[in-house]
């Protein structure tokens, strides 16, 4: 399982007015997992952002998430929900699930077409309707993207 170090910060005051003075560029999140109670956090946006763009699994990136803080700890961490926001579409809040090699995670890839079908070769448009696939796999298995050839 190829890891990536992260750092976060412990929450303490939880709720809507609290999460509005956290300050330009920090965002809540949430780690949860079977064997761990709920533990809310702040990230730094700018960074997480720069970390899914440059990673090739994207948001399927496995995060070793070190928490400082009242909670400090240490968490294998899979980004689980990513919220948007409606007009902006940068990052609002995140649900990160607490992984381990043994268990199996559902997540969703992202599934690209290759080669050339029939009806394009004689001027037709190939639409591609199924831009992810669900698939359930071990942390360390999960492709960067599905790849079907036409």
Same mark, same amino acid.
């Given at each position: 399982?190829?890891? #990536?170090?992260?750092?976060?910060?412990? /929450?303490v005051?939880?709720?809507?007015n609290?999460?509005?003075? &956290?300050?330009?560029?920090?965002?809540?999140?949430?780690?949860?997992?079977t064997?761990t109670?709920?533990?809310?956090?702040?990230?730094?946006?700018?960074?997480?952002?720069?970390?899914?763009?440059?990673?090739?699994?994207?948001?399927n990136?496995?995060?070793?998430?070190e928490?400082?803080?009242?909670?400090?700890?240490s968490?294998?961490?899979?980004?689980?929900?990513?919220?948007?926001?409606?007009?902006?579409?940068?990052?609002?809040?995140?649900d990160?699930l607490?992984?381990?090699?043994?268990?199996l995670?559902?997540?969703? #890839?992202?599934? /690209? &077409?290759t080669?050339?079908?029939?009806?394009?070769?004689?001027?037709?448009?190939?639409?591609?309707? &199924?831009?992810?696939?669900?698939?359930q796999?071990?942390?360390g298995d999960?492709p960067?993207?599905?790849t079907?050839?036409?």
């Amino acid at each position: 399982m190829d890891k #990536v170090k992260f750092n976060a910060q412990h /929450r303490v005051q939880i709720g809507k007015n609290q999460v509005k003075q &956290l300050g330009a560029g920090i965002i809540p999140a949430v780690v949860y997992g079977t064997s761990t109670e709920p533990l809310p956090i702040s990230l730094n946006l700018n960074d997480l952002t720069k970390l899914y763009n440059r990673s090739e699994k994207g948001k399927n990136t496995i995060l070793e998430l070190e928490v400082s803080g009242e909670s400090s700890g240490s968490y294998d961490v899979i980004a689980y929900q990513i919220d948007y926001h409606p007009v902006k579409r940068t990052i609002i809040h995140i649900d990160f699930l607490v992984v381990s090699d043994k268990e199996l995670v559902k997540t969703e #890839v992202p599934c /690209r &077409l290759t080669g050339t079908a029939k009806g394009q070769k004689m001027a037709g448009i190939l639409i591609h309707n &199924l831009k992810t696939l669900k698939i359930q796999s071990l942390p360390g298995d999960i492709p960067s993207a599905y790849t079907v050839d036409i």
